[in-house]
């Protein structure tokens, strides 16, 4: 067989058909963290369309005020928009998702739609609306709920079930919004489980989904989850994404990284865990999700402005080798054969309830003597295959 040299090669270089993009706030984070001020100095917005757009990134995503100061007059929004706009159109950028900033103002500081204040609930939702327009005329198809401070510290503050009322009515409010404008526009609401807050409403992919359901208008709502956010508490990412796709409701993804539970670490995708990060692409890959490949991540803040992009870079290169990866754990011979074993096994009794239920299946099923001693028996030859997905990461097959 021949080996290909992997680190010389160039097919990982990223492409705009990859559909790559990174929030403004993901470049342009300056290192500051709880114990320490910024350590790099702000980037225009331009500038970082320019450099993405360099690397090979296909979108740039924004919250209203990485753009637009939180202060700015009107004449200053518009100058600030033509000239993104411009740059958008020099480099060649799509904005494909956009959201609000609910979390950094003080006014913010129990929550937005969650606040138990109804003037500060209802200067959310005019926030929101001015964002979403602003979103729109930047052509964004996709709009971006982080619930930032919808939580608690204190438990006592809040009914938890007013706030789950609350912010449903936010949504639908919102929802309507978008249709009586005659936006082409979906929300993607994203969970995670604390911080800033103690703790943070709607906390899993799977709280969001449930969610969802229980909105006006649920076709237009699915999920952004991010690694981060699920692995802080201890959760199995791929699976979530994968109920969150079986249901149709992948309408964007946060790729990043995170060293186990903690807090929310947002490092270069594919940094740390290697194995679960391999699953998911290949995930996304084999059930040809098409949306943006979003990158919600900075740089450590070690890094100058070149380690800036060499984050970005390294961001989108590990995704097209994990693309890579698992084009060929599909095509291993030996993996598949090995799968397809693992899936056999009686077809009569394969075929047993496929056909779903009847009563004449259930009898049928019942009166059968499964002899569940002869089936333990088995062998799952989990770890052979455990072993070929490892020598097939580390790049020995
Ligand atoms: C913030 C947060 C992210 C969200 C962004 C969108 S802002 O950086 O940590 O997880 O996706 O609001
Ligand atoms: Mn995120
Ligand atoms: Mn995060």
Redesign the pocket.
């Known amino acids: 067989m021949t080996q290909i040299k992997e680190a010389t090669s160039d097919q990982y270089t990223p492409t705009k058909a990859d559909k790559f993009s990174f929030?403004l706030?993901?470049v342009g984070n300056r290192g500051s963290d709880p114990f320490g001020e910024p350590v790099r100095p702000a980037l225009l917005p331009t500038h970082s369309v320019k450099k993405l757009s360099e690397l090979g990134a296909w979108g740039i995503n924004l919250?209203d005020n990485d753009l637009v100061p939180f202060d700015a007059t009107p004449q200053e929004r518009d100058r600030i928009v033509r000239d993104f706009k411009q740059a958008l159109n020099d480099y060649g950028m799509v904005v494909p998702m956009a959201?609000?900033?609910l979390?950094y103002h003080p006014v913010f500081k129990d929550g937005a739609f969650t606040s138990v204040d109804p003037s500060v609930r209802a200067f959310a939702l005019q926030k929101t609306m001015h964002s979403i327009d602003l979103g729109v005329e930047l052509g964004a198809t996709t709009y971006?709920f982080?619930g930032?401070r919808e939580g608690v510290d204190a438990e006592a503050s809040k009914n938890p079930v007013d706030a789950i009322k609350r912010m449903r009515d936010a949504i639908n409010f919102l929802s309507e919004y978008v249709l009586d404008n005659g936006y082409q526009l979906r929300f993607a609401l994203?969970p995670?489980p604390n911080e800033p807050r103690s703790d943070t409403y709607f906390p899993s992919i799977g709280h969001m989904l449930a969610f969802i359901a229980t909105l006006d208008h649920p076709e237009m709502i699915g999920v952004?989850p991010?690694v981060?956010?699920e692995h802080m508490s201890g959760l199995n990412f791929v699976h979530g994404v994968a109920q969150a796709l079986e249901a149709g409701k992948l309408f964007h993804i946060?790729l990043n990284d995170q060293k186990g539970p903690r807090y929310?670490q947002?490092l270069r995708f594919g940094s740390e865990n290697i194995k679960s990060l391999f699953f998911l692409v290949k995930l996304l890959e084999d059930q040809g999700y098409t949306g943006p490949r979003h990158f919600?991540a900075h740089a450590y803040r070690t890094e100058d402005e070149q380690g800036v992009w060499d984050f970005a870079a390294g961001c989108m290169r590990t995704y097209n080798m994990f693309k890579e990866k698992a084009r060929r754990f599909n095509a291993d011979p030996e993996i598949q054969a090995l799968l397809q074993e693992i899936n056999s096994g009686d077809s009569v009794h394969a075929a047993l309830f496929s056909g779903g239920y009847s009563k004449a299946a259930a009898d049928q099923i019942k009166a059968i003597d499964f002899q569940p001693d002869v089936l333990a028996r088995r062998g799952y030859k989990y770890e052979k295959l455990d072993q070929l997905t490892v020598e097939l990461l580390l790049g020995v097959r």
């Open positions: 929030g706030w993901t919250h959201t609000t900033n979390f971006v982080w930032g994203e995670k952004n991010e981060a956010h946060d929310d947002d919600d």
